[in-house]
């Protein structure tokens, strides 16, 4: 079996493909999963600089974990004690952590905030469309007019919850459906239907009775696949909102629906007062947040693993600003600037991107963690490397001075190389036995860094580390000193990288 390489623009046809869309319709099964945590997260009691306690002690004594509590995750940084299940993902290899993850010019204001992140706007841009919405737009315009269709049966995206997310709000209508309870989602009474009055009313009317159509048809798939799903894991605390949701979003997926986005909520971070119990930091509003939110995306994960769909499903936190440093009188923390975002997933780099922010005890009454990364460069990667979009498609849908950042490693991931050096790669015979042959196309001289990953992201040989040639280059990868298993081969040039599965028998 080979493995072709597809970049943005098909390098063998020249068709101005949209993968994105191609993954949308019923022959693709990438999921992407976002848990928006609502009021704002104090990064600095979720991801702790070890490095920086000192200078936390002096700025934030009174919510602060005694150093011994805190779960280190054997670098500078250490798990609030409560986020046990985070910490199981991080030794599994199953998690990606991005510091300092803001905008420029921080609003501070809840609703403006989040607006910005649902909208990948600028601070002083007003959108009304959401991010994802108007990339569906782009090939979807017509949306929701007749949908569903033969090519796309079910929905784009599922908000568990009963308010749609504004990250898929469209020109014309939201790209999500609210689903409360998956097994009885709920069908509309049409009623008789006379013919509509040709003018602004009947429009409105049409368009209320196509959505209640639309409505209709979607709610039997997802009763559907409700029913044919499963979930193995028996890590979810059905006490928990955020795990009930992930557990109704792992038995959706199992069952096969073909939605490629979920969208699930946890709110109370917005903890101005009361974040830690008076002299117990180890207890409070933050601890049992956080102690929710780690439970439930461990066994999301687990269950992930469990009905073997791990290598389809990367999931994303974030909220819409961080806390400032100095914790205030009230053992509770104001609204800041940046904060760390964690991806989860089988196919993540387990590596934590950008650096421990410096603190001492002259930080300012108002001064939040400073932005490393804007998010949009998050959003921009993952639709990247997860879903194989152009730079351009992604600079129209998000913006153009996005920074390319290594979160998705492997799992076959879709190129978004921005210069089209390497017109093809294949990987063959794979599943292999004793050795396996990689031929590659480069259409300008450039250097290569080729190496051989486990399914942890350990690297296990540098295959290859050079210049390579305009032309077919031919390179052999030796499998005699590996057990039988699953591995990733990793290429990567100035601007990219990619992974191909290669699995020794």
Same mark, same amino acid.
């Given at each position: ?34 848990? !928006? ?6 990064? #600095? ?123 898929? !709000? ?61 979930? #193995? ?175 998705? !490693? ?26 396996? !042959? #990689? ?67």
């Amino acid at each position: 079996m080979s493995l072709p390489f597809m970049v943005g623009l098909n390098a063998f046809t020249g068709v101005n493909a949209s993968p994105l869309f191609e993954l949308i319709g019923n022959d693709s099964d990438r999921v992407l999963v976002l848990v !928006q945590l609502q009021g704002g997260n104090d990064g #600095l009691s979720t991801l702790i600089p070890l490095d920086q306690y000192d200078g936390l002690s002096q700025v934030r004594s009174n919510i602060l974990l005694p150093e011994n509590d805190i779960l280190s995750l054997g670098n500078s940084n250490g798990f609030h004690s409560a986020m046990t299940g985070m910490k199981q993902l991080w030794e599994d290899g199953q998690l990606n952590i991005i510091q300092g993850v803001a905008y420029p010019d921080q609003n501070r204001s809840h609703f403006r905030s989040t607006d910005i992140w649902n909208t990948a706007s600028e601070p002083d841009e007003f959108l009304t469309t959401g991010w994802m919405g108007r990339y569906f737009d782009l090939e979807h315009s017509a949306y929701p007019d007749n949908y569903p269709n033969a090519d796309f049966t079910d929905p784009f995206a599922l908000t568990v919850g009963s308010i749609v997310s504004e990250t898929c !709000q469209g020109i014309q209508s939201n790209f999500s459906l609210a689903v409360i309870n998956a097994f009885d989602p709920g069908n509309v009474n049409i009623g008789e239907q006379g013919e509509s009055p040709n003018n602004c009313y009947g429009n409105e009317l049409d368009f209320i009775r196509d959505i209640a159509r639309q409505t209709n048809a979607y709610s039997d798939v997802i009763a559907d696949a409700a029913n044919a799903g499963n979930s #193995l894991s028996n890590k979810y605390d059905l006490e928990s909102d955020l795990a009930n949701k992930l557990q109704t979003v792992a038995r959706l997926i199992s069952g096969g629906l073909k939605t490629k986005l979920y969208v699930v909520q946890l709110g109370g971070f917005d903890l101005h007062a009361e974040q830690v119990v008076v002299d117990d930091p180890s207890a409070g509003k933050q601890t049992e947040n956080l102690k929710e939110l780690s439970d439930a995306i461990c066994a999301f994960q687990e269950d992930c693993n469990l009905l073997g769909i791990s290598d389809r499903v990367v999931g994303m936190t974030y909220s819409e600003f961080g806390r400032r440093i100095r914790s205030n009188q009230s053992y509770g923390t104001d609204h800041g600037t940046a904060a760390p975002l964690f991806v989860f997933g089988s196919c993540v780099n387990p590596e934590i991107i950008g650096e421990n922010p410096e603190i001492d005890a002259d930080v300012g009454t108002d001064e939040g963690v400073p932005m490393q990364y804007d998010f949009r460069s998050v959003y921009a990667s993952l639709l990247m490397d997860w879903f194989g979009l152009k730079q351009s498609d992604i600079e129209t849908v998000l913006f153009s001075e996005f920074q390319h950042l290594p979160i998705i !490693q492997g799992c076959e991931t879709i190129s978004g190389i921005t210069e089209e050096t390497i017109l093809s790669i294949k990987l063959s015979p794979n599943p292999a036995e004793d050795y396996s !042959q #990689l031929e590659l196309v480069v259409e300008t001289e450039e250097r290569l860094n080729i190496s051989l990953f486990d399914v942890l992201g350990s690297e296990l040989a540098v295959i290859s580390q050079r210049r390579f040639s305009t032309g077919k280059h031919r390179i052999k990868i030796e499998l005699h000193d590996y057990p039988s298993g699953t591995y990733f081969l990793r290429i990567a040039n100035k601007v990219k990288t990619k992974s191909l599965k290669l699995v020794k028998q």
